[in-house]
């Protein structure tokens, strides 16, 4: 409540606000954990995976007990261990074109926590049709890129990512998560109680093995699929 900016209403505003986050692995965990020690009133976790022990050295809302579990009844779970006075959704479904309008609702953000691209691609357009911001956040080794993207005043996922990367297996450090997670979060925390700038029409990428950290400069694409008919004008 003292921090500079935060206002009277800067906790109300966190305990009214309903967060989606979709995944629960090894951005969810950084970032649900914030969010729920931060006091974000409504919570929904999208997860339809289960625990698996090649998750633990980085999934840190999930442990050795929870071997097997939904990851999403295990991030309830350790989510209301935290703070038993929000409210934790769950749900266990894929994300697709049909039922993302649905899951999504009564979302005023929404946080990518994924690790593929056709869901992210959904949750992009859903973001724009509602008008709401999507605070994205990816990870390889020991490297991270996080950015917000709330059109048309910034570009979109698309248009700084055109095509999904293809799928792979690829190693993570578990404190490299934590790092980009933790941004994510933050931004979060900061559009809600309209603190401080926010990451728009910037890719910030992280250099663990150097710790560099660069902003870059992003821009919308006139012929993006997802965004482009609205940077036309
Ligand atoms: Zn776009």
Not at 77 to 105: F, G, M
Not at 190 to 209: R, Y
């Amino acid at each position: 409540m003292t921090i500079d900016g935060w206002a009277d209403d800067g906790q109300e505003k966190l305990s009214m606000a309903t967060v989606f986050v979709a995944g629960a692995g090894g951005l969810g965990s950084p970032v649900l954990l914030y969010l729920a020690a931060a006091g974000v009133g409504n919570i929904v976790v999208c997860d339809m995976d289960v625990v698996d022990i090649s998750n633990l050295n980085r999934q840190i809302l999930h442990g050795d007990s929870r071997l097997h579990i939904d990851k999403a009844v295990s991030a309830k779970i350790t989510l209301h261990y935290i703070n038993p006075e929000i409210q934790v959704k769950i749900i266990q479904e894929e994300i697709t074109r049909n039922n993302v309008h649905q899951l999504t609702a009564e979302a005023k953000i929404i946080v990518d926590c994924l690790d593929n691209f056709a869901a992210r691609y959904l949750l992009m357009e859903e973001a724009i049709r509602r008008d709401i911001p999507l605070v994205h956040g990816s990870v390889w080794g020991m490297e991270g890129r996080v950015s917000l993207f709330h059109v048309p005043e910034t570009p979109c996922l698309k248009c700084v990512f055109p095509a999904a990367p293809p799928k792979e297996q690829f190693p993570i450090v578990g404190a490299t998560v934590g790092v980009i997670g933790s941004l994510q979060a933050l931004e979060v925390i900061k559009f809600l109680t309209q603190t401080g700038d926010l990451m728009k029409n910037t890719l910030l990428v992280w250099d663990g093995s150097n710790n560099s950290f660069n902003k870059f400069k992003i821009y919308a694409r006139k012929d993006c699929p997802i965004c482009g008919y609205l940077h036309k004008k």
